[in-house]
């Protein structure tokens, strides 16, 4: 990206943020970070997440199995996958099922690609998927207006408040009652999937929107869902919804 | 191949100080860390990192399991003439990767 | 202050800190509740029967005099004057496991005046070296920026050898929150 789009970029994201911020209270995760995070995070020369998706870059040309590569049928992946993620979750038409980003990228390589599936939390999906997230930023979460995703997001909704684990605490207790408060020196966020694959510290890796549940749930000390559990996909779209308006900045760094 | 991500201007002036940023991806694990099964994973990680302009080395750097996972390194070199700028990386059990890119110093 | 999770590690505190010895937080639990896992949201928490066992297969981790011995090992008996070095660290990291690093000194950098090495130590890590860079008229300007793991709140210590023998330090104080470790495969 040149200097002038990046800067472009990068001031559309943070007015985004920054404007529906002042304006509904809501904030992206990117705000609660301190300055030196965000500058790891701004600077796409030194933003560890690059390293995916540069792989994811290349794995796009890759031909599989088929002899189809992703560029094959999507072409340019800056314009065929301009705002992509910031639409899924979506119901697959070959399926009728909702899937997230990376179901769909796994869809398209089992039927298209005549394709394995790329493993759950693998370096090749989540390359592949920080690549086309990538595509998005800036752009706002737009969660489709599908009628077949009702049951669905309300399904999230109701896990989203649904108090588990030892600590018998809901994801509402800390993101909606005690966002920007302190817990052991970091501000909790409010739990927007604004970045997502992020480059979590943590992990010293990069990682799905489904890795950083699974951490909180077992931080809850709850026993966490199985990964192909539909309760992932029905949060992940709650939260997506939740999030609505609010720019993308992925692949994002977090502590 | 290793994952490599660098960062140099592709042109200079002769005498004018860049700016090299370099960024590889490697787990970088210290061998000090219990995994999930109480023992130490064994200490994994790149130990040497050096640049050369046109075969003169230009920077080098001893990493010790301090240095965070896919290590960045970022330092200044002084464009000399026009050529090739070429990185080494080496480390733990036989790593080794390298890269290179071309300036044009006019 | 203890900025150390408080869940005891069992072993004997120190006399002049609070804190507990281990520098990885964590992965302290073992047994049954290891499936369920110290995480980051558990070692925030305080539980009251978080009574962990620790199973340390190291004792200690770097003493100021491991810190005092690596640092003579480079400057030898040359005095440390303080001055000419800036090392940009913040002050305060969410996360232990990459602290963006930026050391800089001085330096016209000619033949006959340059900085010939940089080498950077930490405190509390379970070693005291972080790195090393070596550095001459070719560079320009003596700056170098990298990412470190501190595994908790310490001393980093910046010394810069020049080609005159001379070596000049500073040091920055560094709050870390979550200590260099990370969750396990959850």
């Known amino acids: 990206m040149t200097g002038l789009r990046l800067a472009a970029v990068l001031i559309a994201v943070f007015t985004a943020s920054f404007a529906l911020a002042q304006g509904d209270g809501r904030r992206s995760g990117y705000q609660d970070m301190s300055p030196a995070l965000q500058k790891m995070q701004d600077d796409d020369t030194a933003n560890p997440a690059m390293l995916f998706v540069q792989a994811g870059a290349s794995a796009w040309t890759e031909k599989a199995a088929a002899g189809k590569s992703c560029a094959d049928c999507h072409g340019d992946a800056s314009i065929s996958m301009k705002g992509v993620a910031a639409r899924y979750p979506a119901v697959a038409p070959e399926t009728g099922q909702p899937v997230d980003l990376e179901g769909r990228i796994n869809l398209c390589r089992t039927t298209r690609q005549l394709a394995d599936p790329l493993a759950a939390e693998s370096d090749g999906l989540l390359a592949l998927g920080a690549y086309v997230a990538l595509q998005s930023r800036g752009q706002p979460i737009a969660p489709p207006d599908d009628p077949r995703l009702s049951s669905l997001r309300a399904e999230?909704?109701?896990?989203?408040?649904?108090?588990?684990?030892?600590?018998?605490?809901?994801?509402?207790?800390?993101?909606?009652?005690?966002?920007?408060?302190?817990?052991?020196?970091?501000?909790?966020?409010?739990?927007?999937?604004?970045?997502y694959p992020i480059y979590r510290l943590e992990w010293q890796a990069l990682g799905s929107l489904k890795r950083r549940l699974r951490n909180c749930v077992v931080g809850l000390r709850a026993e966490p869902w199985p990964y192909e559990a539909r309760e992932y996909l029905a949060l992940e779209s709650w939260l997506m919804v939740r999030a609505r308006g609010l720019a993308i900045d992925a692949p994002a760094v977090r502590p | 191949m290793a994952n490599v991500l660098v960062n140099a201007p592709k042109t200079a002036k002769k005498g004018q100080v860049v700016e090299i940023k370099a960024l590889i991806m490697h787990v970088m694990e210290t061998g000090f860390r219990p995994g999930t099964n109480g023992r130490i994973i064994p200490r994994n990680i790149i130990e040497d990192f050096s640049a050369t302009w046109n075969g003169r080395e230009i920077f080098r750097m001893k990493m010790s399991p301090a240095i965070a996972a896919n290590p960045f390194v970022s330092f200044s070199a002084v464009a000399s003439e026009s050529g090739i700028i070429a990185f080494r990386w080496t480390g733990d059990e036989g790593f080794a990767a390298e890269h290179q890119v071309n300036i044009t110093v006019t | 202050m203890n900025t150390r999770r408080p869940e005891s590690?069992?072993?004997?505190?120190?006399?002049?800190?609070?804190?507990?010895?281990?520098?990885?937080?964590?992965?302290?639990?073992?047994?049954?509740?290891?499936?369920?896992?110290?995480?980051?949201?558990?070692?925030?928490?305080?539980?009251?029967?978080?009574?962990?066992?620790?199973?340390?297969?190291?004792?200690?981790?770097?003493?100021?005099?491991?810190?005092?011995?690596?640092?003579?090992?480079?400057?030898?008996?040359?005095?440390?004057?303080e001055g000419k070095v800036t090392l940009d660290v913040p002050p305060l990291v969410e996360n232990g496991n990459a602290v963006p690093l930026t050391v800089s000194v001085e330096s016209p950098m000619t033949a006959g005046d340059h900085v010939k090495a940089i080498h950077i130590f930490n405190e509390k890590n379970p070693q005291p070296h972080v790195f090393n860079a070596w550095l001459s008229p070719a560079n320009g300007r003596a700056v170098v920026a990298t990412r470190i793991k501190l595994a908790d709140t310490q001393k980093v210590v910046a010394i810069a050898e020049t080609s005159k023998g001379e070596f000049w330090t500073v040091h920055a104080d560094v709050i870390v929150t979550i200590a260099a470790c990370i969750e396990g495969v959850t």
Request: hydrophobic fraction near 35%; proline fraction near 7%; charged fraction near 20%.
């Open chain 1, 156 to 195: 999230g909704a109701d896990l989203y408040k649904r108090r588990q684990g030892q600590l018998n605490l809901s994801c509402a207790n800390c993101h909606d009652d005690n966002a920007g408060r302190k817990l052991a020196g970091a501000s909790i966020p409010q739990g927007h999937p604004t970045g």
């Open chain 3, 9 to 81: 590690r069992g072993a004997t505190p120190r006399l002049s800190e609070a804190k507990s010895r281990d520098p990885f937080c964590g992965r302290q639990k073992r047994g049954p509740s290891a499936t369920l896992g110290a995480t980051a949201l558990c070692r925030r928490v305080f539980l009251a029967s978080a009574a962990a066992v620790t199973i340390m297969p190291f004792a200690v981790h770097a003493t100021p005099e491991a810190l005092a011995a690596a640092i003579k090992e480079v400057t030898g008996d040359a005095p440390l004057r």
